[in-house]
Structures are given as structure tokens and as C-alpha cells.
């Protein structure tokens, strides 16, 4: 997709991640499983600057893995705004929680632990911003799952669209890539919504809720 040292020629001439962000990355390369799935430098820059762009008052994230991305989403809430996040693996707990708690969001944060399509739908109010990275093959029941409760005006993200370039493999059958292929296809056809899928690391998709 994108060279490795490009990557971090890109990160170099980007904002610096906090320490405690560095320490999380740390922790998690060394303790955790598929520790790939972290956003990491750059793409937690990008999403603290869509948040700080969008200035949300509610923000839902699915998937939270160890927190990387929830507090980089977070750096862009109001005064008095909540970012939920749901998180299926109990045993990440311990490392969510204690570093959401070294943060400056911790009263902001809600963690939510268990299967996002039983969560979300106890969730109240409306969201100006959604961050999809979870199971890819619940993409298209996530994002009709939380559609009405976007804003109008509204900005969702969904990673992992591109699937690591496997979406152009034709031989792939495999139920994630065909998931990934599947949700891009739907979201193609949905005229409620104006959307760019960017090559940006391993695909990030941009969805404005235009109706």
C-alpha cells in the first residue's frame, strides 16, 4: 500500500503523538495479540483531527482494542462531550482502563464491554461521529445499526476498507475480504451519503450523513 519508510517520512512531518500514547503503542506491540490492529501514529493524528474538525458532542467508536484510537478521538470533544466504545474482548480491560484513566479524557470515556450489535442499541442520543473498526463481517450491520443515530451533517469512519489491497484479488474468498468487498458495495449505492474511500494506510473510509 504504502512503503514503510514513506510511512514514517509521513509521521516525521506530522504532529508528535503524546508520551502516553508512545507508552500504550509500547505496551501494546509487546503485550498484546495482533497488536497490528492499533491505529498508531499516524492515523490517531488523523482521527484527533477529524474529531477537533468535527467538534463532536457525542462520538461512538466500535472496537476499541486497547484505546489508542478512543483517546486520539476524544482530543476533539466538546465541553461536556462522551465518547462511547465497545469493546468485545474482556481481557483488554485492564489495559483500556488504566491508561483511559492516565488520560486527560477519563470522565469523557465510556467503555462499554460486549458484543457492539447488543450495545448500540441501548445507546441514547445522537452521534456527530462514528469510528467503525471492529468484526469485518458485521461492517454493514454496524453501519445500519448506527445510521439513524447519526446527525444529519454527520461524519462516519470505517477502517480497513482497502483489506490490505485484497479487495483486488479475485482468488480471495476468505469471509473478511469478501465482508470488506461486500460493505464497500453497499455503501457505494447508498444515496443517503457522500463518501471517499482514501488508500490511506489500510483503507479509511469517510462517510458524510448528507440526508
Known amino acids: 500500500m504504502i512503503t514503510k519508510e514513506l510511512e514514517e517520512y509521513a509521521a516525521i512531518n506530522s504532529t508528535p503523538e503524546s508520551e502516553l500514547l508512545k507508552q500504550l503503542w509500547r505496551e501494546t506491540y509487546l503485550k498484546v495479540l495482533s497488536p497490528g490492529m492499533l491505529s498508531g501514529h499516524l492515523q490517531g493524528r488523523l482521527l484527533s ?40 474482548d474482556p481481557e483488554l480491560v485492564e489495559i483500556i482502563t488504566r491508561y483511559f484513566k492516565a488520560s486527560a479524557y477519563n470522565e469523557k470515556i ?27 463481517e458485521n461492517y454493514i450491520n454496524y453501519y445500519d445499526l448506527i445510521f439513524d443515530k447519526v446527525k444529519p451533517g454527520g461524519l462516519i469512519l470505517v477502517d480497513n476498507t482497502l483489506w490490505h489491497g485484497n479487495v483486488l484479488k479475485k482468488s480471495d474468498k ?31 473510509t469517510m462517510i458524510y450523513k448528507s440526508r
Open 110 to 136: 465510556k467503555l462499554h464491554i460486549g458484543k457492539a450489535l447488543e450495545v448500540i442499541p441501548n445507546l441514547t442520543g445522537v452521534f456527530d461521529l462514528v469510528f467503525i473498526d471492529a468484526d469485518k
Open 174 to 204: 476468505g469471509k473478511e475480504t469478501t465482508a470488506i468487498r461486500a460493505f464497500n458495495e453497499y455503501l457505494k449505492n447508498d444515496v443517503r451519503v457522500e463518501k471517499v474511500l482514501m488508500p490511506f494506510r489500510d483503507g479509511l
Open 49 to 88: 483531527m477529524l474529531s477537533h474538525l468535527t467538534q463532536p458532542r457525542q462520538i461512538l467508536e466500535i472496537g476499541t482494542f486497547t484505546g489508542y484510537s478512543a483517546l486520539c478521538l476524544a482530543e476533539g470533544l466538546t465541553e461536556g462531550g462522551i465518547l462511547h466504545t465497545v469493546e468485545v
